[in-house]
Structure formats: C-alpha cells, structure tokens
C-alpha cells in the first residue's frame, strides 16, 4: 500500500492555472474512477474538491477541475487564487475497499 | 450544520492503548460510511480504516491491522477507534470524517492528537 505519487510542489501566478498530477497503480487509480481531491490549509481539517475524478461539491469553485488517464489523475486550478495556496491531496480507492492518499502537493499562488 | 467531533487523545506509553470517539450532528449519521484518516506532525494524510453504515464492514491499513478496531453505535451518532499496542509510528493527528458522497470524505472532524512516547 505505497502512497499515490504526486509532485511536492507546484506554483502559478493569480489568474495562470496550475495542474497537480497523482500518479498510481492498475490496482487504486487504474481501476476505479473513485479519486477524489482534498485543500488542507495550514493547522486546518481538509476539504473536499473534487469526487468521482470529475465531480464538484456544492459551493467549490468551477475553477477546480479533475480528470483521469490510466493510471494517473490530475486536478487543474485555473484563475488562481491567493486563497488556493495551501497542501492538495488526491486520494483513490483501492482493493478490498482500501483507500490511499497522495504524498501531498504544496500549492503555491 | 453537518459536525463531526473528534475526543479521547493524549500522550500514551508504547504499547499502550487509546479509544478515540467521534460524534456526528447535522445529518443522518446512520446513512453513510465512516472512515478514520490521520496526519503524522508535518506529514500527508494517511486513511486508515472505514466501516460500513450498519459496521457489518470493516476495511484498515496494513500498518495498523491486528492492533486497530474500527466500530460504530448509530444510536448514539457515534464511531470509534480502539488503538492497542500502539508504537511511535501512530503518533498523528486523528481525523474522523464522512464518506457524504461516493468515494469522498466531505464532512471531516478538527481532529484529536495521539502521541505515543515514553
């Protein structure tokens, strides 16, 4: 159970758009379109962004974004805000009703 | 307002024991799936166990199988986490949270501490 693979960091300008990659295995991301995103701002509880790879919750921004290819999903920040910096998570199913996160991407705006 | 409510962390010997609770309001906690995730101090996010809306399913991390038990009381909006043996590598923020919609966690707890040091 390896955590997903997600790049450390990851920056823009307001207004640019950013997009943070998850990469994981035929067994979590390759098999289940279940990936979801999560914000965590600092000393805070995360927040979900994204369900389902695509699906945005009631009151997250349109600029939030998700999608998939095999075995990597992707979440997509546009028109950056300075109040998008903070940790990003993507989280999959895996077998036997396992979950796994991604190691974290610190946004920075 | 949908709330979770983490208690019952503290400082613990290793190979101690700790129960952590958590408590819902704001919405039917007896509908959906339960799920325990916690943080290690400057770390990611790691899941660690989920359980079924009726707790006729329970599903935990390699690292914590064996030691851990995930269970529920739906008439008291409540979810549990019994901890045994407990190492320095439990040492974390415990985060109770909801899964709300399918496959994600959208309602999430402030968390409770577990240090585990002698």
New interface residues.
């Given amino acids: 159970?390896s955590?997903l693979t997600q790049p450390p960091s990851a920056s823009g300008s307001p207004g640019q758009s950013v997009t943070i990659s998850c990469t994981g295995t035929n067994s979590d991301v390759g098999a289940?379109n279940?990936?979801?995103w999560?914000q965590?701002h600092a000393g805070k509880?995360?927040?979900?962004m994204?369900?389902?790879v695509t699906?945005r919750?009631s009151g997250v921004p349109d600029r939030f974004s998700g999608s998939k290819s095999g075995t990597t999903a992707s979440l997509t920040v546009s028109g950056l805000q300075a109040e998008d910096e903070a940790?990003y998570?993507c989280?999959s199913?895996a077998d036997?009703?396992?979950?796994?996160?991604?190691?974290?991407t610190k946004l920075t705006v | 307002e949908e709330q979770l409510v983490e208690s019952g962390g503290g400082l613990v010997q290793p190979g101690g024991s700790l129960r952590l609770s958590c408590v819902g309001s704001g919405f039917t906690f007896s509908k959906d799936w339960m799920?325990w995730?916690r943080q290690a101090p400057g770390k990611?996010?790691?899941?660690v166990a989920?359980i079924k809306q009726d707790g006729s399913?329970k599903?935990y991390?390699?690292s914590v199988k064996g030691r851990f038990t995930i269970s529920r009381d739906n008439s008291k909006n409540s979810l549990f986490l019994q901890m045994n043996s407990l190492a320095a590598e439990d040492t974390a923020l415990y985060?109770c949270?909801r899964f709300g919609?399918?496959?994600?966690?959208?309602c999430?707890?402030?968390?409770t501490l577990v240090t585990v040091s002698s």
Avoid: H, T
Avoid at chain 1, 96 to 104: A, D, E, M, Q, V
């Fill in positions: 159970q955590a289940y279940i990936v979801s999560y965590q509880a995360p927040k979900l994204i369900y389902e699906k919750p940790d998570y989280c199913r036997n009703y396992n979950f796994i996160f991604g190691g974290g | 799920s995730v990611g996010l790691e899941w989920n399913g599903y991390v390699d985060f949270a919609v399918v496959g994600g966690l959208d999430w707890g402030q968390g």
